[in-house]
């Protein structure tokens, strides 16, 4: 039996069922390229969903973790270690508004955190009744019970109703809505610069801006989700930082440590200093190898992004010509976070076919595929993406 095969019916027989894999079982990775069980090569343009984005063993990650793993692991936060302080003064040096880090190890941690803190902010201020969050339809926050109230696509709150009350969604891109939405007892409004999960939608120009007004009339906070779109994803550090939008909190995760557990909430002086002695907490918060490997990941991002950006020119320009071929409708995203609107082809199909050409992206919903890969993807590596992806799209059978 193939090691593929026997180590799938040992994870099928063990892991819960919550994940829909695919057939494949990964041992190896470097750069942009990952190895199978079989010795099979893989072009990685999904790169652990936009989270590998200083790709696989990177060499200079590698050093930070080895490093520090020989020289202290964890302690908890008892204490203060050198590395967590550095990366919360790194982070906060990234933007120009958030004075305040709270570190802690996902995403839906990070939302977490924040959501907490911003009805804690309103009730520190005497304002408990200001607790409403609102939120975004086809958003995407996370699994833990708030970050999951406030995900606004149904079909993952089945089954664990009662959500947390005092959520409104409404529709993303839309700022009547969200005007009528606001009032007096909202706390905040949290949405993504671009929605990743709802199948890579960037708003409508102005859009974070008007936002941030109308929060503001409203005595409401702006809450920026940037797991999926941070760290260079869409080819600044901060996707926020392309409309000039200074947001009261926001969370990272992700690619923060290049797929190492790690996330982060950021905080302007005034609202961050309500998560007060006691308030929250995470008992692997800030730990030293994953704050390392952060601290490493920043720089190496910050000096990747001028390369990057040229890459992803030339794949929006090629992916762009696919659509003379009629099967492709829209390429949108930002930076290295893409969608490819497809028509008359199923996308998990054309993911499958793509897996078969050597190449790793994945689908969202299923007429999106999505490509999200490292930051230090080549164009020879982009070249081929989009090739494999081209004669995937073109093998797949047409939909009904
Ligand atoms: C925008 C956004 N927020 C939050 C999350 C949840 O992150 P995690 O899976 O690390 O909890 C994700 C994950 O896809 C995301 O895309």
Redesign the pocket.
């Known amino acids: 039996m193939a090691a593929t095969e026997s180590l799938i019916q040992r994870a099928q027989a063990v892991l819960t069922p919550n994940y829909r894999q695919a057939p494949v079982v990964l041992v190896r990775g470097e750069g942009s390229r990952v190895w199978d069980a079989d010795g099979n090569e893989y072009l990685d343009c999904i790169a652990g969903?936009?989270t590998v984005a200083l790709g696989h063993c990177n060499p200079v990650l590698v050093r930070a973790l080895d490093e520090q793993a020989r020289t202290l692991w964890h302690v908890s936060n008892l204490f203060f270690t050198p590395r967590a302080i550095e990366l919360a003064e790194a982070l906060a040096g990234t933007t120009t508004w958030a004075k305040r880090v709270f570190l802690c190890n996902?995403?839906?941690?990070?939302?977490e955190a924040m959501l907490k803190l911003a009805r804690k902010y309103h009730a520190d201020r005497g304002e408990p009744q200001r607790n409403e969050i609102v939120a975004c339809t086809n958003?995407?926050?996370?699994?833990?019970m708030f970050?999951l109230s406030v995900t606004g696509q149904p079909k993952y709150h089945h089954g664990f109703e009662p959500l947390v009350p005092g959520v409104k969604h409404v529709p993303y891109g839309d700022a009547d809505a969200l005007r009528a939405a606001l009032g007096p007892r909202t706390a905040a409004f949290i949405v993504?610069p671009v929605?990743?999960?709802a199948g890579v939608m960037p708003p409508p120009a102005g859009y974070l801006a008007k936002a941030r007004e109308l929060t503001r009339e409203a005595g409401a906070l702006l809450l920026l989700?940037?797991?999926?779109?941070g760290m260079g994803r869409t080819g600044r550090m901060w996707a926020h930082a392309w409309e000039g939008v200074v947001p009261d909190l926001m969370?990272s995760?992700?690619a923060l440590a290049n797929g190492y557990p790690m996330?982060a909430l950021l905080a302007s002086e005034q609202v961050g200093q309500h998560l007060s002695p006691g308030s929250h907490a995470s008992t692997f918060g800030g730990n030293a190898l994953g704050a390392a490997v952060a601290l490493a990941a920043l720089r190496e991002i910050e000096r990747a992004l001028p390369a990057a950006q040229a890459v992803s020119a030339r794949l929006f320009e090629r992916l762009g010509a696919l659509r003379a071929a009629g099967r492709v409708v829209e390429v949108r995203g930002r930076g290295m976070l893409i969608g490819v609107v497809l028509r008359g082809v199923d996308a998990g199909e054309v993911v499958r076919l793509a897996r078969e050409r050597g190449l790793l992206v994945n689908a969202i919903g299923d007429q999106v595929v999505r490509l999200a890969p490292a930051l230090t993807l080549s164009a020879a590596e982009a070249d081929a993406a989009v090739e494999r992806l081209a004669a995937a799209i073109a093998a797949a059978p047409a939909k009904p």
């Open positions: 969903i936009a996902s995403g839906a941690e990070s939302n958003s995407f926050h996370g699994r833990t970050a993504e929605q990743g999960e989700d940037e797991v999926q779109t969370s995760a992700k996330g």
